[in-house]
């Protein structure tokens, strides 16, 4: 059983142009006794409403069906008036293009339709923790929309993308088709493969072995143990 009470203090707002995947998404967060969620279904409302109510987080759906102005559009409006809100993009189809587009805006995560509890629950817990954070650093005062530092990529985790810290991160592994994310006292299965990260994270983590990725930076306190 997933553990719901620390979520029922939060303010939900969803962002989607498809009534029944609204409906969906309200039967999930109420399954996490979250029970303050509104829900618009286009840029014009999505304005509107965040006049008057303030969420904690927002279920923004990238592709708003045929209007003019997108989720990033309407995205970027929120973000200009909440630096820390947390923000999960919805999307049935992630792409590169998507990424790129909405990188500057440092959202929580990105999730796709392929609904599950579990799924939601994890999008939550990652968002509200990683909300938390920033502002215990103290981010809110800042007077410039947060922009994702270069020590940061989003990793795909059980079919959704999330931001970590790659100073953080000591090596990745390959094993039996698996690939995981080694940091000092845990270790993370991801969805990417070697052959993409060692792409796309270069120069900052280098190929040590077929089957490693080693962070240029954590190198001298890496272990391998006889498992790895």
Known sequence: MLPKSSFSHLKVLIVEDHPSFIKI???????????????V????????????????????????????????????????????????????????????????????SFMDKNLSLFKMYQAIDFAVRFRDEKNQRGSSVTKEPPVLSKQQYYFQVN????????????????????????????????????????????????RSAQSCLVNRSNIEKISFDENT
């Open 41 to 108: 279904q286009n840029y014009k409302d999505g304005i509107k409403i965040f006049r008057t109510y303030h969420p904690d987080l927002v279920f923004m759906d990238i592709d708003l069906g045929n209007n003019f102005k997108t989720g990033i559009d309407l995205a970027e409006k929120y973000r200009k008036k909440d630096h820390n809100l947390a923000i999960i993009f919805l999307t049935a189809n992630y792409t590169r293009e998507y990424y790129d587009q909405v990188r500057h805006l440092k959202p929580s």
């Open 159 to 206: 079919g959704m993308f999330q931001p970590m810290s790659l100073d953080d991160i000591n090596y990745f592994i390959s094993c039996e088709g698996v690939t995981i994310i080694k940091q000092d006292a845990e270790e993370i299965v991801i969805d990417d493969t070697i052959r993409v990260l060692e792409k796309n994270l270069f120069p900052y983590f280098l």
């Open 25 to 39: 998404l309200g039967l999930l967060l109420k399954e996490l006794d979250i029970i303050q969620v509104e829900s």
